[in-house]
């Protein structure tokens, strides 16, 4: 069965230092990889998803992720965070391949940032 | 356009009790998931329905259930609930079936089970 690993459980960073958070997933085939955030009080938002093509992906706010495919693994990172980028952050990944709404979640990562 | 409209944001129930929680997807979204996330479990599936079948079903108990309707509402239920199912519920809405539609969540329903 698919599954996801986020690395960091929770991240402390002043503004302006360089982000990058770790999320490894377990199927070794043709995925569909998702970070969402969830700011404090709001729902779930996506940042940015990969399909297929470009391996490095742009997202939202500046975030991007690089799919890197041998090693099971899709960073996100922001060169510069800011305040306002304090939230919870999630890797997904749909169950297995073929057709499936069932997103596999990591178990997130919490981003503070200190002004 | 609209997003992901779940109803009621808040609820408290007492143990024993039922709850039914609603969501309306986005217009022209055919494919409606449900999760739960509690701070212990993270997000977990909970079903996913697309043109009034279900597709898939996480492993929850059977108190848990959900329909989906001809205008892709859906609603899910939980019965005889217990302290545990305590969450908030999410519900996401997609074009099609399938990881390559992307997925668009609505803000919730917090259950709360006294």
């Known amino acids: 069965a698919q599954s996801v690993s986020q690395h960091n459980h929770h991240v402390i960073l002043s503004e302006a230092a360089s982000l990058e958070l770790g999320c490894n997933y377990s199927?070794?085939?043709?995925?569909?990889l998702f970070w969402y955030v969830q700011y404090p009080g709001q729902h779930l938002q996506l940042l940015l998803k990969?399909?297929?093509?470009?391996?490095l992906v742009k997202g939202i706010k500046g975030f991007e992720a690089e799919f890197i495919k041998s090693k099971f693994s899709f960073n996100l990172r922001k060169p510069s965070v800011q305040w306002s980028d304090t939230a919870e952050y999630f890797c997904?990944?749909?169950?297995?391949?073929?057709?499936?709404?069932?997103?596999?979640f990591g178990q997130g990562t919490t981003l503070q940032v200190k002004p | 356009k609209a997003g992901v409209t779940q109803t009621p944001r808040y609820l408290i129930k007492t143990r024993g009790q039922q709850v039914t929680l609603s969501c309306s997807p986005i217009s022209g979204h055919r494919s409606v998931s449900w999760y739960q996330q509690t701070p212990g479990q993270g997000l977990q599936f909970l079903f996913e329905?697309?043109?009034?079948?279900?597709?898939n079903k996480g492993n929850f108990p059977g108190r848990f259930s959900g329909r989906q309707f001809s205008n892709s509402r859906s609603e899910m239920n939980v019965s005889t609930l217990e302290l545990g199912d305590s969450a908030l519920y999410l519900c996401?809405?997609?074009?099609?079936?399938?990881?390559?539609?992307?997925?668009?969540f609505g803000s919730g329903t917090r259950l709360t089970v006294v």
């Open positions: 996401a809405s997609s074009l099609g079936t399938g990881g390559a539609y992307g997925y668009t």
């Open positions: 199927y070794g085939g043709t995925v569909n």
């Open positions: 990969y399909f297929s093509g470009d391996p």
């Open positions: 997904a990944v749909p169950s297995g391949s073929g057709n499936t709404g069932k997103l596999i």
């Open positions: 329905y697309f043109s009034e079948t279900q597709r």
